[in-house]
C-alpha cells in the first residue's frame, strides 16, 4: 500500500488566490512527521514546512500552511495569494517513528502551475 | 554557505562502464542519504547512512553500492550501470539529532545510460 498518497498529479491556480494541494498517508506509527518540499524547474528540493504528528496546531510559514487532520490521515498544503514563482512541483513525504535516522517516503508530487 | 555538494551534475554514459557520483556535506551531518526520481513515483531512496562507516539499504538498492569512510562525503557507485538506472539522484542530508528530520538536498544529478 502507498504510504503518501497525492492524487492531484497536476494543478492550476490564478495568481493571487489560493490552493490546496492534497496528501494522504498511511501509518500506524504514532510517531510520525510529515513535510513538504518545493522542486521549482531548476530542479531542486526545496524544504517548505514540517508537521509533527503530536503538534497541537496546525503548521505555518509565511504563505504556507498545513492543513493536518490527524483522524482522516490527511496532510493538506495550502499556498494563499499564489504567486508565478510557485509555478513548481510539490512533494509531500513522511517519517515514521521517532528516530531522526528513519527515511523519508515521499508522494508522486503535484505539478502546480500559476496562471497570469 | 551551507550545503550538499554533488557531482556530476548531468552525465551520459554507457551500459557497463562504472560510475562513481560523489556527494560531500559541509554542516556536519550525521546522516546521508541517497534518492532518485522517476516520473509519477517521486523519490526513492537507495541507500542511507546514519554515520560513518554505517550503510544501509533504502527501497532501492539493487545495481547501487555506497560508502561512508569520512562524516561529509557519501558517493553513489554504479559499477555495471544499466539504462534502467536512468534518473535524476539527489543526495540529502541531515542533522542526526533534529526532530524533524529537515533533509537538505543537494541540486541534482541527472545519470543517462545508454
Known amino acids: 500500500a502507498q504510504k503518501i498518497t497525492q492524487t492531484q498529479p497536476g494543478m492550476f491556480v490564478q495568481e493571487k488566490e489560493a490552493v490546496t494541494l492534497d496528501c494522504t498517508y498511511d501509518t500506524s506509527d504514532p510517531s510520525y512527521g510529515l513535510f513538504w518540499y518545493k522542486q521549482p524547474s531548476s530542479g531542486e528540493m526545496i524544504f517548505l514546512i514540517y508537521q509533527g504528528s503530536y503538534d497541537q496546531q496546525n503548521a505555518t510559514e509565511g504563505r504556507y500552511s498545513l492543513n493536518f487532520q490527524k483522524a482522516r490521515k490527511s496532510a493538506n498544503l495550502v499556498i494563499s495569494a499564489s504567486q508565478l514563482g510557485d509555478s513548481a512541483m510539490y512533494f509531500c513525504?513522511?517519517?515514521?517513528?521517532?528516530?531522526?535516522?528513519?527515511?523519508?517516503?515521499f508522494g508522486s508530487g503535484t505539478q502546480l502551475t500559476v496562471l497570469p | 554557505e551551507a550545503q550538499v555538494t554533488q557531482n556530476p551534475r548531468y552525465l551520459i554514459t554507457v551500459t557497463g562502464k562504472k560510475l562513481t557520483v560523489t556527494c560531500s556535506q559541509n554542516m556536519n551531518h550525521e546522516y546521508m542519504s541517497w534518492y532518485r526520481q522517476d516520473p509519477g513515483l517521486g523519490l526513492r531512496q537507495i541507500y542511507y547512512?546514519?554515520?560513518?562507516?554505517?550503510?544501509d539499504k533504502g527501497d532501492v538498492p539493487e545495481g547501487y553500492k555506497v560508502s561512508r569512510k569520512e562524516k561529509r562525503n557519501f558517493p553513489l557507485i554504479l559499477e555495471s550501470p544499466s539504462p534502467n538506472q536512468t534518473s535524476l539522484y539527489f543526495c540529502?542530508?541531515?542533522?542526526?539529532?533534529?526532530?524533524?528530520?529537515?533533509?537538505?538536498f543537494g541540486a541534482g544529478s541527472r545519470l543517462t545510460v545508454l
Open positions: 540529502a542530508s541531515s542533522l542526526w539529532h533534529s526532530g524533524a528530520n529537515v533533509l537538505t
Open positions: 547512512s546514519m554515520n560513518v562507516e554505517v550503510t
Open positions: 513525504a513522511m517519517r515514521e517513528g521517532s528516530s531522526s535516522a528513519r527515511q523519508l517516503t
